[in-house]
Antibody, heavy 119, light 108 residues
C-alpha cells in the first residue's frame, strides 16, 4: 500500500524557516517524481514544487521561487521542502504527492501537514 | 499563465441526479486536464486524467470529456458518498500546474 506521511509543520513567525519531510513507503520511491501541493484554509489547491525521480529536474511555482527548496533522498525514501522567508500567505496545509507515471497528475497524496505563519 | 475557470462554484442536487461541472482554460490545452475529488478533511483523489481517462478503481459513474479549452466532468447518478469538492487541473504549460477554483457538490 502506498503511504506518504508528512511531518514538520507548525507555527512559525513571518520571516522564519521550516523544513517539511515526507516519508514514502509501499512503492519504489526512486522511480517516481514527487510534488508538494498546498491548500490555504478554506481555499483551493495550489501546486508548489516538483522534483523528478533522480532530482535532475526541479520546478517551483512563482509564488515560492527563491524561498523554497525541494529535495529528496532516494536512499531514505524521503521528500523534503525547505521553506525560508515565510510569509502569512504561505499558511496552508502542505501535501506531499506522488506523480502518476507518464502523466502530469498526482495519483497519491499524503494526509497533509499544517504550516501557520503568524506573529 | 493559463487560467482555469471552473463552474459552478457550488451546486446542490438530489441523489440519482446527473451532475455536470465545467472547466474552461484561457488557452488551448489539448487534453492536458485532470479531475480530482476532495472530501471534507481529506486529501484529494485523482478521478480522471487526460480529460477522459478513468483512474483505476474509480466508479464508472464518473466521466470526463472535452479538449482544447472546454472540459466537462459528469457524475451520471449522484450518490451520497460523492459529497465533495471537485477540482480540475491543467498541465499544458509544464512545469507549472494550475488548478481550478473548485466546485462544492452537496445533496439537496
Amino acid at each position: 500500500e502506498v503511504q506518504l506521511v508528512e511531518s514538520g509543520g507548525g507555527l512559525v513567525k513571518p520571516g522564519g524557516s521550516l523544513r517539511l519531510s515526507c516519508a514514502a513507503s509501499g512503492f519504489t520511491f526512486s522511480s517516481y517524481s514527487m510534488n508538494w501541493v498546498r491548500q490555504a484554509p478554506g481555499k483551493g489547491l495550489e501546486w508548489v514544487s516538483s522534483i523528478s525521480s533522480s532530482s535532475s529536474y526541479i520546478y517551483y511555482a512563482d509564488s515560492v521561487k527563491g524561498r523554497f527548496t525541494i529535495s529528496r533522498d532516494n536512499a531514505k525514501n524521503s521528500l523534503y521542502l525547505q521553506m525560508n522567508s515565510l510569509r502569512a500567505e504561505d499558511t496552508a496545509v502542505y501535501y506531499c504527492a506522488r506523480g502518476k507515471s507518464g502523466i502530469a497528475a498526482i495519483d497519491y497524496w499524503g494526509q497533509g501537514t499544517l504550516v501557520t505563519v503568524s506573529s | 499563465d493559463i487560467q482555469m475557470t471552473q463552474s459552478p462554484s457550488s451546486l446542490s442536487a438530489s441523489v440519482g441526479d446527473r451532475v455536470t461541472i465545467t472547466c474552461q482554460a484561457s488557452q488551448d490545452i489539448s487534453n492536458y486536464l485532470n479531475w480530482y475529488q476532495q472530501k471534507p478533511g481529506k486529501a484529494p483523489k485523482l478521478l480522471i486524467y487526460d480529460a477522459s481517462n478513468l483512474e483505476t478503481g474509480v466508479p464508472s459513474r464518473f466521466s470526463g470529456s472535452g479538449s482544447g479549452t472546454d472540459f466537462t466532468f459528469t457524475i451520471s447518478s449522484l450518490q451520497p458518498e460523492d459529497i465533495a469538492t471537485y477540482y480540475c487541473q491543467q498541465y499544458d504549460n509544464l512545469p507549472s500546474w494550475t488548478f481550478g477554483q473548485g466546485t462544492k457538490v452537496e445533496i439537496k
